[in-house]
Structures are given as structure tokens and as C-alpha cells.
């Protein structure tokens, strides 16, 4: 089955840039999320892309992916403590509903 | 907004109880998810419904069974509740290839 991989921690310190990274196994995957928890809460949608972009950016959040790699990446710049929380890769397969998520990164913002 | 509810943010229950988890989504979503969120795993489906009465298994339904008899709810079943699913247990809904939205969590411990 598809599969989705995440490193499970990151620390960096306030203001500095925060790179998370994704790998996935689907070729077929028609869009790839990113989602954050904060601590106690659900899952909030943060970005997504499609799969024939290579990049987008919203504000503080860049996402890159590299089809051929199957690799994804969320940066975000000037991180800030409220950043702190544990961010989720998704992909969506191509003919389903399912969502498959990785393991999750633990972000952790020092001040 | 899109909103999707979960009845309760904490249980505790004991080994062998039938336990119901309810979620409500009210966004007229055909897709409805139950995963379980275990430290280190990441989100696991356990089961999801892509319309009325209609369900499939994810990658985790042993020990569990889902109800959708409306649209708007999808209840997941622990028919004999054992301390191995005691766990974080996250509602999703979503259209046809969108994004999913999640429900709070629902923190269920098993004594």
C-alpha cells in the first residue's frame, strides 16, 4: 500500500526557518497536504498543492515538491513559538477518497 | 466553517464495554473518516463511509465497526472495549478529492 514518511522531530530557534520534510510512495497522488496540531486539538488544514505544481506559497509557508523524488517539504519562514505543534503530510491517492498520513514532525520553537 | 463535532473530548471506559464514538459533520460532506492517532504512528484508518449505509474498511478495523445512517453522522463501535485501543480517536469529513476536516479528537481511555 502507499505509504508516507516524516521525520518525527524538529527544533529550531524563534525567528529562524523551519524545514519539514516528506516522502511518499503513491506515483499516482493527485494532491498533498500539510496539516497541523496543536496540542489537544484536531487536525487544521495548513496547505495543500497539486500535484503538477512544483511550488506554492502562502504568506510565512513555502511548499515545494519534487514529483520525480516524490519528496514534499513544508518551510516556514521566521517560525514563532505558535508554530510549535506536530505538522502531518498527506497524500491523496489518485481514484480514492483516502487520505494517508505520515507519522507526523514534531515542531518545537525555542524562544 | 465547516464544522465537525465530536460528542466527547474525553472517555474512559472499561475492558469489554460497547463503546460508541459520534461524530457530526455539517457541511453535507459524502465522505466520513474515523483514524486513531497513536504517538509515533501517526493517523491509521480505521474505517470510512463514502455515502449513507455505506462503509469500507481501512487499514484497522479489527476490533471496530462503524454505524451511517444519516449523512451528517458517522459513529465508530468498539463492540468490546480493550486497553490496546485505548487511544486518540479523530472524526474527518470531506467532499469528493478535497481536503478533509477534522473533528476535535476524542481521547478514549480503556481501564
Known sequence: ?111 | DVKVTQSSRYLVKRTGEKVFLECVQDMDHENMFWYRQDPGLGLRLIYFSYDVKMKEKGDIPEGYSVSREKKERFSLILESASTNQTSMYLCASSFENTEAFFGQGTRLTVV
Open chain 1, 1 to 111: 500500500g502507499e505509504d508516507v514518511e516524516q521525520s518525527l522531530f524538529l527544533s529550531v530557534r524563534e525567528g529562524d526557518s523551519s524545514v519539514i520534510n516528506c516522502t511518499y510512495t503513491d506515483s499516482s497522488s493527485t494532491y498533498l497536504y500539510w496539516y497541523k496540531q496543536e496540542p489537544g486539538a484536531g487536525l487544521q488544514l495548513l496547505t495543500y498543492i497539486f500535484s503538477n505544481m512544483d511550488m506554492k506559497q502562502d504568506q510565512r509557508l513555502t511548499v515545494l515538491l519534487n514529483k520525480k523524488d516524490k519528496h514534499l517539504s513544508l518551510r516556514i519562514a521566521d517560525t514563532q513559538t505558535g508554530d510549535s505543534a506536530i505538522y502531518f503530510c498527506a497524500d491523496r491517492e489518485e481514484y480514492g477518497n483516502k487520505l494517508v498520513f505520515g507519522a507526523g514532525t514534531i515542531l518545537r520553537v525555542k524562544s
